[in-house]
C-alpha cells in the first residue's frame, strides 16, 4: 500500500475481543526466565507491554510495519518499539521468546520465515503465533463475492484464498526443525454490541485494504452493500450479533542444545 492502512481507532473497537486470543497463547509459553523477548507485528504495543509484565525480567521489544499503530505504543521500562516488516526482520541476538499475534495471515510467504524465526531463538526459545482461520466464514466469503463485482476492476487482486494453514501443517513444518510443538484452533463466539457489528469488526482487519483502495463514492456504496449482507449473514439479537471467529494457535520449544 501507499500509505499506512492501519487505524488504530477502528482496529481498537473490539479491544478486549482481539485481546483473548493472545491471552490464551501466551499462556501456553511455558518460558521461566527469558532475557529478551520479541513481539512481531505488536499493532499499538499494548499487548506486548502485557509480555513485560508477564516477564518482569526480560528486555521487551515491539515492531509493526505500521508508523500509526507504533505511535501509539506505551512508553516503559524494559520495553522499546519500532517500525519493521516482519518478512526482513532479524534480531540482533538470539531471542527467547518470539509472538507474533494475528500477523502472519498477511503475509503470504510466512511459511519460509517459519525456519528463519526458529533459527533465530535462543537454544530452548519459545515462538509462539496466532492467525485467524475464519476466511471461509460469512463474513470474508461475502468480501471476496463483492471484490468480485463490479468493483472487480478496484479490487479484483485483494481477492486471498487460503492465507494461512491449518494446525496439523504448522505442527508438521516446526515438528521437521526439531521444534517440540503444540497446534490447536478455538472457535470464540464473540457477542457484538450495537449496529453493524460484524461491518465495524472487520473495519479494522479484513476491510482496511478495500477502504485504501476505493474512491470515497465507490468505498460508500461498496460498504452499504456489504453492511446488508452482514446484517442478513449475522442477525442482531436483543443481547448483541454473535460472530464466531476460529483462531489457529501454534507454540513451539526449540530444543536445549543443537544438534
Known sequence: MSRDMWDPASYGRYADERARPFFDLVGRIAA?????????????????????????GAEVHGFDSSPAMVDKAPAGERLSFSVGDVTQWAPGRPVDVLVSNAVLQWVPEHRELLPRWVEALAPDGWLAFQVPGNFDAPSHVI???LCRTKWLEWLGDLVRHEPVGT?????????????AVEAWETTYLHV???ENAVLHWVG?????????????????????????????AYPR???GTVF?????????????LDG
Not at 207 to 223: G, K, S, Y
Request: net charge negative; proline share 11%; glycine share 6%.
Open 143 to 145: 468480501l471476496r463475492d
Open 237 to 239: 439479537r436483543p443481547y
Open 32 to 56: 521461566e526466565n527469558p532475557s529478551y523477548v520479541v513481539d512481531a507485528g505488536c499493532g499499538t504495543g499494548d499487548l506486548t507491554a502485557e509480555l513485560a509484565r508477564r516477564w518482569p
Open 167 to 179: 494446525p496439523a501443517e504448522y505442527l508438521e513444518q516446526l515438528a521437521a526443525l526439531g521444534c
Open 244 to 256: 464466531p471467529f476460529r483462531r489457529i494457535f501454534v507454540v513451539a520449544r526449540k530444543p536445549a
Open 192 to 194: 457484538l454490541p450495537g
Open 204 to 232: 479494522g482487519t479484513a476491510l482496511r485494504p478495500v477502504i485504501d483502495r476505493l474512491p470515497p463514492a465507490e468505498r460508500n456504496e461498496f460498504l452499504a452493500d456489504f453492511a446488508a449482507l452482514l446484517d442478513d
